[in-house]
């Protein structure tokens, strides 16, 4: 674990990254669901970006508007108003086939549940998406993914017939195997021992410094944001500020600073 700094807090609306074209960006994002009195707004007026090649982790107390952020970032959500573009393409003006496709082929997902198919073995579990999508994978690119997230001699193994972290790992390879713009990763340490879930911090870690992926993770926990390169923000749907380089000390400060 990275040692804390100081002076590291920096509350701003755009996160500086080593890319001039953001990876994500929205605009006014409204998100709000029901009607009348049971109406809930998740999100109110969010505007933020987020930097290619980068790790940002998105944080907030129990109702904040994290995971409604990361559903309409990923096209998994439809916003209210305002905009959300995926680097040059506007997500509201899709059709469902076309957002179908943008998520199939720009972005990657990593779940808390890993969502492997059961009856499937690692290799199969892997391959799936591009196999629905009717493409071969790059086999020099499945290799090396492969053989950096230490899966080669479980391959053949069921999901049943591996640990936790051997399946979030699988996961892994098969969000990067298409090569996406950004992987979305929801929760995803939070099925695993802390063993496991440092390490598979270190491989998102390893995709952004390695293999030039962008990572936006939603989570709860202080020591798997100071992971990632910022954290953002957020308090009852808008956006409450930025941290950079974070440390877990930092981040509980952040946090209970936004009444998390």
Avoid at 161 to 180: F, K, T, Y
Wanted: aromatic fraction near 4%.
């Amino acid at each position: 674990m990275r040692s804390p700094k100081q002076g590291d807090r920096q509350m701003t609306r755009t996160i500086p990254g080593r890319h001039s074209a953001p990876a994500a960006t929205t605009v006014d994002l409204v998100k709000v669901y029901g009607r009348g009195d049971a109406a809930v707004r998740a999100l109110d007026g969010v505007s933020l970006q987020i930097p290619a090649a980068r790790f940002t982790a998105i944080m907030g107390p129990s109702g904040s508007g994290k995971s409604t952020l990361m559903h309409c970032l990923a096209g998994l959500d439809t916003a209210t108003s305002g905009r959300v573009l995926l680097g040059g393409t506007d997500l509201g003006g899709l059709s469902d086939a076309r957002l179908t496709a943008l998520r199939r082929d720009r972005i990657g997902f990593v779940f808390q549940s890993f969502n492997l198919l059961p009856q499937l073995t690692a290799e199969q579990n892997i391959d799936l998406p591009a196999r629905l999508a009717g493409r071969r994978p790059d086999p020099a690119w499945r290799a090396e993914l492969i053989g950096l997230l230490g899966l080669g001699a479980r391959l053949r193994h069921r999901p049943a017939e591996l640990s936790g972290g051997q399946q979030q790992r699988v996961a892994v390879a098969r969000a990067l195997l298409g090569r996406p713009e950004v992987v979305f990763a929801d929760e995803p340490t939070g099925n695993l021992d802390s063993a496991s879930g440092h390490e598979l911090l270190g491989l998102l870690q390893a995709s952004v410094r390695d293999l030039g992926r962008t990572v936006v993770m939603v989570t709860h926990d202080p020591v798997a944001a100071s992971f990632a390169d910022e954290v953002v923000l957020l308090r009852d749907g808008r956006l409450a500020g930025t941290l950079a380089d974070p440390q877990p000390e930092s981040v509980l400060a952040a946090l209970a600073g936004v009444g998390a």
